[in-house]
């Protein structure tokens, strides 16, 4: 597990490993602004407040700039990227039009039986996570684990390769990708609560698409796609948030 100290002294600790410690910290860092637009990201000190090597700083940052969160600097490292909430709210209204029309088009052919099988059994990695009120050692990365299998299989098992392709391109705009965490560790309780919420959408659009419910299927996974941004206070900065507008 590891820990850090907070601006306040009080010890964090993470049920997570180093390499996406380091991921979710920075994503954490641009959205609230700790790290400004412009500003350059320098791998040693991040790796000394984040108590960590500069190998996972550096891997980190090249996935980063993949998110389009941070650009480089020539030789001279990173820096972080300008982002505004209409830029995110635009790129997580596509993704769930893109995965509301994977879930319509399972739900309205029907599932085989193998997929029901496989839609179970990734479900049942989520319940497994959440079957105790808190996270532990390990669960968030079960969770990315988890969440990224299940978006997979949605996208897999709709049979449109477009709809992948659709969606890996817009992975590269900044908190659009599934894997796009973003957790405030000062608030355990409401993080916790946010991502068994995304959970339980899941074990919803399953629900809807078994009962070949199209309409319904879609409409849970576009809403899904909106509650993914993360906790309100990472994005309180950019206005994202329960009731926020969606103009910056």
Known sequence: MQHRSDSDGNVDQRPTKPGQHVIISLRRMIAEGA?????????VATAATL???????????RALEAEGLVTKLGGRGYAARAITAA????????????????????ATQGLSSLDEQRFAACLAQGEAIFAKDCLSDGDLDRFYAYNLAFHDLLIEVSGNPSIGQALARNNHLPFASA?????????????????????RAHCAVVDAILRQASDEAERV?????????????????????????TTA
């Open 221 to 245: 996974m576009r809403k899904h796609a909106e509650a993914a941004v993360g906790s309100a206070s990472v994005f309180k900065r950019l206005g994202i948030g329960p009731g926020a507008s």
């Open 35 to 43: 790290i400004q637009p412009g500003e350059r990201i320098a791998e």
């Open 87 to 106: 830029e995110i709210h635009g790129a997580i209204e596509v993704r769930g039009v893109l995965e509301g029309l994977a879930a319509r088009r399972i």
């Open 51 to 61: 108590g960590v090597s500069r190998m996972p700083v550096r891997t980190a940052l």
């Open 179 to 199: 894997s796009a965490l973003a957790v405030d560790w000062s608030d355990r309780p409401a993080e916790f609560a946010h991502l068994e919420a995304a959970h």
